[in-house]
């Protein structure tokens, strides 16, 4: 469903993606685990054209998108739970969600959704004329999903969805990625909670500095040598 | 008290235009971070084309309207709308060739070519009208007794029309799709693109809509004062932007109060008698509102409205 074929992106002068090639089929859940600066957030970017690719190819749904401009993406299909959530801090909760359907026209099918996005959140069903940015954490982390969802995506990319949340929420939110799954969507992760996300994932690749050094399915990951002593810390 | 009664009628009906103007330069500020130092020149070209339009239409300050008359009124729409538009499209363009390609430059380099776009302007309103105060057309319509005040009709009208606009304006923000958009953008540009807006349409629209405004608050400008000439809005737009500041830089509803309040201290000035101040406080309103400017940037940057208003464009 999503395929990268050597990718590099460059900052200025700095090389972070070095040939990244990467594949994400239909109905899997694939997480790209690495630590801080390893080039996580970048290859997210580049994927969303807010970073540009200097070459290689990126095909989603057999079309390319490596030079689309990053609405066309979303307007693809394609939807991000970006780093630190990045709500918008002064709207309310519903016009959050309202914004995640920008791209949508029929009303009734908006107007659905919502109503879907409050049974999987239930907090953001009492929340939704407050102000988002004065939330807590956890319920922003669930706002910031549920507005990707709105887009009605065929795929979601999920930026380190479990960054500064207390491991009970890091639990709720990973329960919510393997329901949306159940459901149908395809997801690809980009998380520093590496055992979470093996746990949770089917296939996984590892990031170095720039370069995959390890492709391989999650459940081998997790017995491999090099992701117990980088990543799992045993 | 009848003095202090009129003052403060004729310091809302200055207030609303400062508003107005004021509206261009925190949209702006709000969705791009940049002060838009031309603004207050494509107010000053604003007042030009309206004194285009209405001497195309026959109307011309030698020739003044003697009666009121649903052709005059419908005329006077004209304008309004022709300057509204004409300053709309200018601001659209100068985005588009001054400041979309150094959007990612540092930030003095946009403020640099906004200074510079502002030469420009000035230089094409010299060209068009000359060094030389240019006259508007007065219109027939004189004033009402209120009360103890004889209030000039004109001031009420000035009143009506920017608070239509500024409720227009209000609604467009906060009840419609552009408008949510518009704060997205403003909120966080990067996230607003993920949501699949496209980025650089939202801020045509913003500066369209801004300079539109100044459009519109040059029309009312004409109306409400005698004369204007090449460097008209450089000065307006230097107290407007006061107001913008005031109300705190980025936020709608603080430009609206912040210019209110501006022009009720430009008028309420004059009250200071010459035995106070040296030549009377009409001599120092202009040195009062700069020195509001000064005490506020240094007490309190956010200004009065702060940071934290859900409306910021």
């Known amino acids: ?234 | 008290m009848a003095t202090f009664l009129n003052l403060l009628i004729v310091g809302l009906a200055t207030g609303a235009i400062y508003a107005l103007i004021a509206l261009g330069y925190t949209m702006v500020y709000g969705i791009i971070e940049l002060i838009n130092f031309a603004h207050g020149d494509i107010f000053t070209l604003g007042t030009f084309v309206t004194i285009a339009i209405l001497s195309m239409l026959g109307v011309t300050a030698a020739n003044p309207p003697s009666t009121m008359s649903w052709v005059l009124v419908s005329e006077l729409a004209l304008a309004c709308i022709g300057s509204f538009l004409f300053c709309a499209v200018l601001g659209v363009l100068i985005e588009r060739v001054a400041y979309r390609p150094l959007r990612n430059a540092p930030r003095l380099a946009p403020l640099i070519s906004a200074i510079g776009v502002s030469l420009v302007l000035q230089d094409v309103g010299k060209l068009w009208f000359g060094n030389t105060n240019v006259s508007f057309v007065s219109l027939p319509i004189g004033s009402v007794q209120m009360g103890p005040v004889n209030v000039d009709v004109i001031n009420i009208f000035v009143l009506v029309v920017a608070i239509i606009l500024m409720a227009g304006l209000q609604l467009l923000v906060t009840r419609t799709r552009i408008g949510r958009a518009m704060r997205a953008v403003a909120q966080d540009r990067d996230a607003a693109a993920l949501m699949g807006v496209n980025v650089n349409l939202i801020i045509g629209v913003t500066f369209f809509i801004g300079a539109g405004l100044a459009g519109a608050a040059a029309f009312i400008y004409s109306l409400k004062f005698p004369n204007t000439y090449f460097y008209l809005g450089f000065e307006q737009g230097l107290i407007a932007f006061t107001a913008a500041v005031l109300g705190g830089i980025g936020n709608l509803v603080g430009a609206m109060f912040g210019g209110l309040i501006i022009g009720l201290i430009y008028s309420l000035v004059t009250l200071i008698p010459a035995t106070v101040l040296p030549h009377g406080g009409n001599a120092w309103n202009k040195a009062v509102i700069f020195a509001i400017l000064i005490l506020i940037l240094v007490f309190r940057p956010s200004g009065l409205f702060g940071q934290n208003t859900p409306e910021k464009v």
């Not at chain 1, 004065?134 to 065929?154: N, V």
Request: a positive charge; glycine letters at 8%.
């Open chain 1, 1 to 234: 469903m999503l395929r990268l074929v050597d990718v590099n992106t460059y900052y200025g002068p700095s090389h972070v993606l070095q040939n990244i090639s990467l594949e994400v089929e239909k109905g899997e859940i694939v997480c790209l685990l690495g630590a801080n600066a390893a080039g996580k957030t970048t290859t997210m970017k580049t994927i969303f054209g807010l970073a540009r690719a200097s070459s290689g190819t990126i095909n989603f749904n057999d079309q390319q998108i490596e030079r689309k401009l990053t609405g066309d993406i979303v307007k693809s299909g394609l939807a991000l739970v970006p780093e630190a959530r990045r709500i918008f801090q002064r709207m309310t909760v519903r016009e959050n969600l309202e914004m995640g359907a920008y791209t949508r026209a029929n009303k009734q099918e908006i107007a659905a959704d919502m109503n879907y996005v409050c049974e999987i959140f239930p907090r953001l069903r009492e929340r939704l004329k407050q102000i988002a940015g004065t939330m807590s954490g956890g319920e922003q982390q669930m706002l910031a999903m549920g507005r990707a969802m709105m887009s009605r995506p065929k795929m979601i990319c999920m930026d380190e969805p479990s960054m500064g949340l207390s491991p009970k929420l890091v639990e709720t939110v990973f329960d919510t990625i393997l329901r949306i799954r159940d459901e149908g969507m395809t997801i690809f992760l980009v998380e520093q909670n590496a055992s979470m996300a093996l746990n949770l994932a089917d296939r996984g690749y590892v990031l170095q500095t720039g370069k995959i050094v390890l492709s391989d399915t999650a459940k081998n990951l997790l017995t491999n040598d090099l992701v117990r002593q980088a990543y799992l810390g045993s």
